[in-house]
T-cell receptor, first 116, second 108 residues
């Protein structure tokens, strides 16, 4: 069974940083594109970033370019999102997803709250 | 960026009725790369349909997707209690991959 466990979220002040992690299991992690998708409280879904199988290709939504960095460790079946220079509008639940275009989200997400 | 507009915002129906959800794109979606997701409160979204009309594993055939170009539809032929949720369409034909704002299907 495909499972993803996101962690690393929390309350942070504007301008702060966090490192989000996703531990994946139940599929051949190294064979798939992976993505992060976020959802602000009570709002819709937004694709944030994706990364190809070996990490050589990475893409971001414009609003996070230069502030967020997606990475992966295939030996640990793990996906990461380094989030820097956080803004109030980055407040959201962040979901890890298998896939680069169609997003298979199987975790509960991790909540990032940006507030002073 | 491709903007997806879903309608209606809320659909109030009874179990057993047919639900028709619309998703209109601001420009043609290449290869009809449209996915549909279902989200229930407190849960992650679940993929129902990809490629506009292909069902993912375990999705019953009373749920179907159709459309091409800029107009896409998700149809639930006979609503069951488990179907009352929020539904999102999403395009993955061009980056950034964008979602519609969602349609809530509620019990009438």
């Amino acid at each position: 069974e495909v499972q993803m466990v996101e962690s690393g979220g929390g309350l942070v002040q504007p301008g702060g940083s966090l490192r989000l992690s996703c531990a994946a299991s139940g599929f051949t992690f190294s064979a798939y594109w992976m993505s992060w998708v976020r959802q602000a409280p009570g709002k819709g879904l937004e694709w944030v970033a994706n990364i190809n199988q070996d990490g050589s290709e990475r893409y971001y939504v414009d609003s996070v370019k230069g502030r967020f960095t997606i990475s992966r460790d295939n030996a640990k079946n793990s996906l990461y999102l380094q989030v820097n220079s956080l803004r109030v509008e980055d407040t959201a639940v962040y979901y890890c997803a298998e896939g680069g275009g169609v997003f298979n989200m199987r975790g509960q997400g991790t909540l990032v709250t940006v507030s002073s | 960026e491709i903007v997806l507009t879903q309608s209606p915002g809320t659909l109030s129906l009874s179990p057993g009725e047919r639900a028709t959800l619309s998703c209109r794109a601001s420009q043609s979606v290449s290869n009809n790369y449209i996915a549909w997701y279902q989200q229930k409160p407190g849960q992650a979204p679940r993929v129902l349909i990809y490629g506009a009309s292909s069902r993912t594993t375990d999705i019953p055939d009373r749920i179907s997707g159709s459309g091409s170009g800029t107009d896409f539809t998700l149809t639930i032929s006979r609503l069951e209690p488990d179907d009352f949720a929020v539904y999102y369409c999403q395009q993955y034909g061009r980056s950034p991959h964008t979602f519609g704002q969602g349609t809530k299907v509620e019990i009438k």
